[in-house]
């Protein structure tokens, strides 16, 4: 399944239905009044969140939706139903924004929130209530309001609790291939991975989600190679897991290069915790690594950490690493979203 990580739609709500003219007609009543029902509400354009969906790729070849117009209303004061709304079904962390691709109007985090872009038209009075005691047979009534119509993009912003980054061909697929089920493409060739892939890592009874993001070159924030359009992924995540390649020219110079794109994008990714990796070090001899670990050492301030996927050198410890970083991101949130218990005397 093709990956879609953005999409542009158009939303239009039902318009509403309108209003009838009628009078009662029966034996032996000789001015039975006016008698005509309203009309029903259009259909509301409401956008929510479900299970089972991690892509938008269902709205890559749909992109006009349009709730259904209200029944209009009848004789015998019967009302018009309402129109059936439009759902548009979204995967959690999927971004609403207007036409202009910059003004947010919802973030759709958790499972079953919903959001109305497009409010369905009023349906119209029929002549019942236009009554009065001056005016007993009024022979109007209003057509249904118009529904509303707007352009919006969606963006996903997948949810996961570590991220991988790295230049390309850094190792990033190998690792995640490694410690989940995940299947992504693995070649010895740059840029394999050319969209976000999750995997979901179990480890002693734990289990966290884990997004490997395409390879990022110098220049990315501006548009270079892949750009940093799939940046936006790592923001949901509470720790990233940078990877170096032991066998590239220069880990110090890696190592720089991805950092100063995930500066460049902003103070959210400046600021998050890092765990530092050096990978493929079994394809390497002694004296390389150690070169390239001191280089990376230099550069990160602390001693990197020696991966292989391969032979599985270090695995638990990074992992560990990992899950003992989620859990305090995870228990600080908890304490700012509990309110401070106040004190009376």
């Given amino acids: 399944m093709k990956f879609l990580d953005q999409a542009r739609i158009f939303v239009r709500s039902g318009d509403g239905g309108a209003g009838v003219v009628s009078f009662r007609r029966e034996k032996f009543i000789e001015f039975g009044g006016p008698d ?17 969906l991690n892509t938008l790729i269902d709205y890559r070849f749909q992109q006009h939706f349009k709730g259904k117009t209200g029944t209009h209303g009848m004789g015998k004061n019967r009302a018009g139903a309402k129109g059936a709304d439009a759902v548009l079904r979204v995967p959690a962390g999927t971004q609403v924004f207007e036409e202009d691709g910059e003004t947010l109007i919802a973030d759709l985090v958790n499972i079953g929130e919903s959001v109305r872009v497009a409010r369905g038209g009023n349906g119209g009075f029929g002549n019942a209530h236009f009554k009065t005691s001056t ?3 009024p022979r109007r009534a209003n057509a249904g309001q118009a529904g509303e119509e707007r352009v ?3 963006r996903l912003k997948l949810i996961a609790d570590a991220g991988l980054v790295g230049l390309p061909n850094a190792g990033k697929s190998t690792f995640l291939a490694a410690v989940s089920a995940a299947k992504p493409k693995i070649a010895d060739y740059p840029f394999t991975t050319l969209h976000p892939n999750l995997g979901v890592v179990g480890f002693d009874d734990r289990e966290f989600v884990l997004a490997d993001i395409p390879g990022l070159i110098e220049g990315a924030h501006l ?5 940093d359009r799939f940046l936006g992924h790592v923001e949901r995540c509470r720790v990233i897991l940078h990877l170096v390649d032991a066998s590239g020219e220069h880990a110090g110079k890696a190592w720089r290069t991805v950092r100063g794109e995930l500066e460049a994008y902003g103070d959210v990714l400046a600021d998050m915790p890092e765990i530092v990796a050096l990978t493929k070090v079994d394809s390497v001899d002694a004296a390389t690594l150690k070169q390239q670990s001191d280089r990376l050492r230099r550069v990160c301030g602390h001693t990197p950490i020696k991966l292989s996927a391969v032979t599985g050198l270090h695995m638990r410890e990074t992992l560990a690493s990992l899950l003992k970083i989620i859990d305090q991101a995870k228990a600080e949130t908890v304490q700012e979203a ?7 005397p």
């Fill in 338 to 344: 509990t309110p401070a218990e106040s004190w009376s």
């Fill in 152 to 154: 919006l993009w969606l």
């Fill in 36 to 52: 005509g029902g309203d009309g029903g509400k259009g259909g509301d354009v409401v956008i929510t969140c479900v299970e089972g």
């Fill in 223 to 227: 548009g270079a190679g892949l750009g």
């Fill in 135 to 137: 005016n007993q047979a």
